[in-house]
């Protein structure tokens, strides 16, 4: 039946058999779907050696990608990718079937920090995507993303039952208090860049890297408005800078929309942040925000 919304499921699985009996159909649905290019799988490289396997002479309509090529950096660097795929590739509509698994035995699963932010991820995907004809079947192998996990991604897809408005799980995620600045950050003048990339560089980033750092900073600094206070510490290759500002940042989207073209206008500061950082935080501060960006 042709779908006229994101059509975004997921399913878990502990065994190869149980991947490819969640894949193989899903995969065969959008082989079958009137106006839509190929399926592609994106998933771990032993997957698509099973899928490969699987399809038999179907495999040469379906596309096989790495994982480990398509999420590459953040969170918000898998809403351009995806977005960017869309573009070039999908059907009319964003019309499309992708098979995802995120590489949780990699940077995504390497911390409760970093799975924070995939949860963050999949349930923002709901509102991002929302526009797209798209049909995603998230893949969620218990063996590495483990079982808490895949309970609190459940959360972030329609379908499963337990599923929850995606602003309401950010809040929650932004509910979480961020560690103080410790005693040696560093009380800047002003968030420009030459500053921080002066400080960035004496605590150890690399030329390039303390330029787009600096970059950032001041990027997200023009989206918030005036800057009360900017703080910088850490070590590289995570030096942390945080901005404080009277103004309320609570659209929990902020940043992570892909702009309408490819000249950044001031507005969307927060997005290119948000690509070159591997974490940008926001918290409420009562009387206005506070916005920490991590390099790494």
Not at 99 to 117: I, K
Not at 223 to 248: I, K, N
Not at 253 to 273: I, K, N, Y
């Amino acid at each position: 039946m042709p779908h006229t919304a994101f059509d975004h499921r997921m399913a878990a699985f502990g065994a190869d058999d149980d991947f490819l009996a969640a894949a193989l159909p899903f995969l065969a649905e959008g082989l079958t779907a009137p106006g839509e290019p190929p399926p592609v799988a994106i998933v771990a490289p032993d997957k698509l050696d099973l899928l490969h396997d699987a399809l038999g002479d179907d495999a040469k309509h379906v596309g096989l990608i790495p994982h480990t090529d398509w999420y590459t950096g953040s969170a918000a660097n898998a809403v351009a990718q995806g977005a960017g795929y869309l573009e070039a590739h999908a059907g009319p509509g964003g019309r499309v079937h992708l098979l995802m698994e995120p590489v949780w035995n990699g940077r995504a699963g390497r911390s409760p920090r970093e799975t924070a932010e995939w949860i963050r991820y999949e349930a923002l995907a709901n509102l991002l995507f929302a526009p797209f004809t798209t049909t995603a079947l998230c893949a969620y192998d218990t063996r590495t993303a483990g079982s808490a996990v895949v309970d609190a991604v459940r959360r972030t897809h329609p379908g499963t039952g337990v599923y929850e408005d995606p602003a309401r799980i950010a809040a929650e995620l932004d509910a979480v208090p961020l560690p103080p600045p410790p005693p040696g950050a560093e009380l800047l003048a002003r968030p420009d860049a030459e500053p921080v990339r002066q400080r960035a560089r004496a605590r150890g980033l690399a030329v390039a890297d303390a330029e787009l750092f600096a970059e950032s900073v001041t990027a997200a600094a023009a989206t918030l408005g005036p800057v009360t206070a900017t703080l910088l510490w850490g070590e590289a290759p995570s030096c942390v800078c945080e901005l404080r500002t009277a103004r309320r940042v609570d659209d929990p989207l902020v940043g992570f929309v892909p702009p309408p073209t490819g000249e950044l206008e001031p507005a969307q500061g927060l997005w290119f942040a948000r690509q070159v950082c591997a974490y940008v935080d926001i918290r409420d501060a009562g009387t206005g925000s506070t916005v920490r960006l991590q390099y790494a």
